[in-house]
Every structure is written in structure tokens, then in C-alpha cells.
């Protein structure tokens, strides 16, 4: 066993959309960040503005060091530079997907499987 503390964020490039505009901070961790060492889970890894985003916030609050694990990360050339995730669950082609927590126009998020939108 290992000492470990659970918080939540909640930033979004999407509200609603199926295109992203600037990152919108819904949520912020309460507690301190400053020499912890962090695992930040996500459900998806598109081009990553809303993970560097996070990232960037993690190490100016002091984080020891930041890890990434995402659900879902799209294959494509679009990743913004320095963005990477450290753990993939599932590299998927460059479509919508939803279920398994992933909404579609806020519905289908509770979906057992992962599915994509066709022509998207």
C-alpha cells in the first residue's frame, strides 16, 4: 500500500460542441498540488490543447512531477507539441467517439463500449 489522495478538475475545450474553442476551467483540484507527484487520468487524447492546458496549470501549482494516463487517444497528426500521454488504454482512428463515459451531444455517455460517429 501507498499513501494516496484523490481530487478532481474539469476543464473543457467542447461544452456541448463536437468542436473545441479556448479551454474553459470548470473545476479545480482543492487540494495543493506543490511537491506532489500526480496522475491525471482523462477519457480522451485528441490534439491535446485541453491536457497541456492542464498539464501547464499542474507544474506552475508546484507539482513533483505530472503522468498522464488517457482512456482513448486518437491517431493523428495533430498533436500539439510537447503533448504526449504516458498510459493509452485504446489508440483509436481520427473519428468521433463516445460511450464508456464519452458523450455525443450530451447523450450515449453511458454506453458499455466504445463507438465512433460515422463521416466525423
Not at 507539441?81 to 450530451?106: K, Q
Request: charged share 20%.
Amino acid at each position: 500500500a501507498f499513501p494516496l489522495q484523490m481530487d478532481y478538475l474539469q476543464a473543457t475545450r467542447y461544452r456541448g460542441r463536437t468542436t473545441g474553442s479556448e479551454v474553459a476551467w470548470l473545476a479545480r483540484p482543492q487540494h495543493p498540488l506543490r511537491d506532489r507527484h500526480l496522475l491525471v487520468v482523462d477519457d480522451i487524447l485528441d490534439e491535446g490543447h485541453t491536457l497541456a492546458a492542464i498539464l501547464q496549470y499542474c507544474r506552475d501549482a508546484g507539482a513533483a512531477s505530472v503522468r498522464t494516463a488517457v482512456l482513448v487517444q486518437k491517431r493523428h497528426q495533430r498533436l500539439a507539441a510537447g503533448v504526449s500521454a504516458d498510459y493509452i488504454g485504446l489508440e483509436v482512428p481520427d473519428r468521433y467517439v463516445f460511450g464508456c463515459g464519452m458523450d455525443y451531444h450530451d447523450y450515449l455517455r453511458n454506453l458499455p463500449g466504445i463507438h465512433a460517429v460515422r463521416g466525423m
